[in-house]
């Protein structure tokens, strides 16, 4: 796809990954609207991406609920004039023991990192058919490939949301609109502010701009999915595939510590 003129609705896209994918997308020449639920912290996000030029409104909504996807789809197609491309990166994580974990977080991610997704996706797809180029970027989580211990909700929330998009894709296939999936590892955003999980667990940090370069890259050569976290992730990818109780192993062996490092991990 060629980004220039391109109209993006990006969720999620005051901080983080949403904020530097709005950040490449107006420098390759996109028209571009963001979200996010924090009026205060969207409208200085706004303001800092207009002043470096390009094409940015913003909609202060909680896509998670009906009144907030309504709104945001109605503003990004007035201020837009329509839509080309949109983005499902607006997401939310609690780790824990799934037993100590309330009903109220567990449907809160369910919500905002499943549901929310699959019902803008439904809304968006007349307005993304209408110039037979459409796109829908899902961004998940590395968790979706393999799941990982105090993550189980978050875990579930995030596959659900992978198969999805692939399932979307193939219905979608020959119709106008193309469905892709982005998987990062752990990365330097807010999201990430309330973990102590490091090097020594396996979560070594990617930047924003990192994942949002990658993601554009993979936008611009209508690749499938883009699967970050390099090498080492890919072997355990496999070896998750292939021999799933060594897996299993080597997360019983750093259970306790794991469990101490994330156990406030929370962004909802």
């Known amino acids: ?34 979200t996010g639920r924090r009026p205060d912290v969207l409208e200085a996000a706004t303001d800092k991406l207009r002043a470096r030029g390009g094409r940015i409104d913003s909609v202060a909504a909680d896509v998670s609920s009906d ?10 197609i ?26 109220e977080a567990i449907r809160a991610m369910i919500e ?6 699959i019902l803008l996706s439904r809304a968006a797809l007349p307005h993304l058919r209408a110039r037979s180029e459409g796109l829908i970027v899902n961004v998940t989580s590395g968790l979706a490939l393999v799941g990982a211990p105090y993550y189980a909700a978050y875990s579930g929330a995030k596959a659900g949301l992978a198969h999805f998009g692939e399932a979307l894709r193939r219905e979608l296939k020959g119709e106008g609109v193309h469905v892709m999936t982005a998987y990062p590892a752990a990365t330097d955003t807010p999201m990430m502010q309330t973990s102590r999980a490091g090097p020594e667990l396996g979560f070594i940090l990617e ?13 611009e050569a209508d690749a499938f999915d883009v699967i970050r ?37 929370s962004a909802l």
């Open 229 to 265: 976290g390099g090498e080492a992730r890919s072997k355990l990818i496999a070896i998750n595939r292939n021999d799933p109780a060594a897996v299993d192993k080597r997360f019983l062996d750093m259970k306790p510590a794991l469990f101490e490092a994330v156990r406030d991990h």
């Open 67 to 76: 009144k907030g996807r309504n709104d945001t789809l109605k503003v990004a």
């Open 1 to 34: 796809m060629d980004i220039l003129g391109k109209r993006i609705l990006i969720t999620g896209g005051s901080s983080g990954i949403g904020y530097a994918l709005a950040e490449l997308l107006l420098l390759k020449g996109a028209l571009v609207v963001i």
């Open 112 to 117: 905002v990192d499943l549901v929310a997704p």
């Open 78 to 103: 007035e201020k837009l004039g329509g839509l080309d491309v949109l983005i499902n990166n607006a997401g939310g994580v609690k780790a824990g023991r799934l037993e100590d974990m309330s009903e």
């Open 207 to 219: 930047t924003a701009s990192a994942v949002a370069d990658a993601i554009v890259s993979g936008i």
